[in-house]
């Protein structure tokens, strides 16, 4: 299921759709580069895409971590991305009152996970009348995102995704359990897996969040199988130098052959559904 999401390419594509960026805005000429090449990808593989990029980074362990490089610049950078790429866009935001001012720039809203049950948050987003993606908290099952889905439904809106990104094993590790894909899709909503950030390991002693970038590949080869409309992943072309998320990135080299793969077994997996 590809929303129906104003400027996303190919309506018609039987291939799953991509949500893609950087963890963070860092500057205009890195979220262009980001972007021009995913483009790029998706055009070669034809995979529906929407670019993703945290204006401002609000869950942060320590308080020296990066936190953006400013609201509204940050915000106008991502929606001038948009327009020069011809993308729809996606960035989160973490209470009430960023909702309309996010929406002014953005074609998705973003709840994050630690945030899906907040009430207030999923009102404010839906009145917006933008598509919603609420992840899927870490300490919830797919099943119990239908309540977050009725809280978004409340204000009218009807246009939402989720998306999946483990569960906490422990204090400092996530596991993915694939049932939630078709759990979630019961909820008659895309389903998106997060594929970078379902492989952090938070909570580390340094205060910034450790990863395992080497099952980027496996995670998304088994979403797909699993059933899952969407792919999610944060990509840079340093990924070690960026200013966020720097362990659980994939290199930006390393997308054309991922998008390559999972596209392949995409193909095999319609070809089943078909018989």
Not at 8 to 27: D, M, R, T, W
Not at 103 to 132: N, S
Not at 220 to 246: C, N, V, Y
């Amino acid at each position: 299921m590809i929303p129906d999401i104003p400027k996303i390419n190919y309506a018609g594509s039987n291939n799953f759709f991509l949500v893609a960026g950087p963890c963070v805005i860092e500057s205009r000429s890195g979220l262009y580069e980001i972007a021009a090449r995913i483009t790029e990808i998706s055009d070669k593989y034809n995979i529906p895409l929407i670019l993703k990029a945290s204006y401002r980074k609000a869950n942060r362990s320590r308080i020296d971590s990066f936190s953006g490089i400013g609201d509204n610049e940050a915000l106008e950078i991502l929606a001038s991305a948009g327009e020069k790429y011809d993308l729809p866009v996606i960035t989160d935001i973490h209470n009430p009152g960023e909702a309309e001012q996010a929406a002014q720039y953005v074609d998705i809203i973003q709840i994050p996970a630690f945030l899906c049950r907040q009430t207030d948050l999923l009102i404010a987003a839906g009145e917006t009348g933008k598509w919603i993606n609420i992840k899927k908290g870490q300490f919830l099952s797919g099943s119990s995102m239908g309540y977050a889905i009725e809280k978004v439904k409340h204000t009218g809106n009807n246009n939402i995704m989720l998306t999946d990104r483990g569960n906490m094993f422990g204090y400092s590790d996530l596991v993915v359990d694939m049932r939630n894909i078709p759990l979630m899709k019961e909820h008659g909503v895309p389903v998106i897996m997060d594929i970078t950030h379902s492989l952090q390991k938070p909570n580390q002693a340094e205060g910034v969040s450790g990863g395992d970038p080497a099952m980027i590949e496996t995670i998304g080869r088994a979403a797909i199988a699993a059933g899952a409309d969407g792919i999610f992943l944060e990509t840079h072309p340093k990924p070690r130098q960026a200013l966020s998320d720097a362990a659980n990135m994939l290199h930006l080299d390393m997308l054309d052959s991922l998008m390559f793969r999972l596209t392949e077994i995409r193909s095999v997996i319609g070809k089943l559904d078909n018989e």
